[in-house]
């Protein structure tokens, strides 16, 4: 069931990738290269995948399997990958940030970040991973549509910033910040109820609770800086 796994991420990038596209040519109403998209898209996706990659060795590896290249192609972290795809993120920014309607581009992109999460999880029900219940209204919602879900409010609130509040002068409301801060209150919050959770021990936590923590305490303390 990888494959279809892979195939969900598939469409989110591609549906990721054009939207961002298409806000990005309407809010700034001017022609970018396309070698500009091909870098900024190439950075990000591929920053994503090597520290998505490394958190998983550092946290989850199995030492222990009997074909260690198997083990590593068969695991990832969504959370690294996210935290490597905003650190691409900034230094694209930090680079461009000169010349208007690349920044203009950069500031759109966030909105995209979750369509990637949204087609991710969904990929994740149908592969059988990432796996719990919630309880809602009597109702059991499987974990993985729960957190489609999550991310889908995560666009949409991105999505109304970038729309009606671009001119605002409040940092809390730009869509980078908003996917941040959503990103680590997921995984905070959803692994109380993921079946594969391993809690650190003697706490209640587990070791991508404690990182979401500090994901989330950082992304709070940068923003306020910039205030």
């Known amino acids: 069931m990888i494959e279809l796994y892979g195939l969900f991420i598939l469409i989110g990038i591609i549906l990721a990738t054009y939207t961002w596209v298409a806000l990005t040519q309407r ?53 690294g990958a996210s935290f490597g795809g905003i650190v691409a993120y900034s230094y694209l920014y930090k680079k461009y940030c000169k010349i208007y309607n690349i ?70 409301l730009s869509p980078i910040t908003i996917y941040s801060i959503f990103v680590a209150l997921e995984r905070f919050i959803f692994d109380f109820f993921r079946e ?9 936590m587990t070791k991508y609770q404690l990182i979401s923590f500090f994901y989330l305490a950082i992304t709070i303390a940068v923003t306020k800086s910039k205030q």
């Open 27 to 79: 809010s700034t109403r001017s022609d970018i290269k396309w070698s500009i998209y091909s870098e900024i898209i190439l950075t990000i996706y591929l920053s994503a995948i090597i520290s998505g990659k490394i958190l998983y060795i550092m946290l989850d590896f199995d030492w222990n399997h009997e074909n260690l290249i198997e083990s590593i192609q068969a695991g990832f972290s969504v959370l």
């Open 103 to 172: 920044q203009k581009a950069l500031y759109t992109l966030p909105v995209a970040f979750p369509i990637l999460h949204i087609f991710g999880r969904i990929g994740c029900y149908f592969s059988g991973c990432c796996g719990g219940i919630i309880h809602i209204l009597n109702h059991n919602i499987p974990l993985q549509i729960a957190s489609s879900t999550w991310y889908l409010l995560c666009f949409l609130l991105g999505f109304f910033a970038f729309s009606k509040l671009k001119n605002k002068k409040n940092i809390f």
């Open 196 to 204: 594969d959770s391993v809690l650190i021990a003697n706490t209640i």
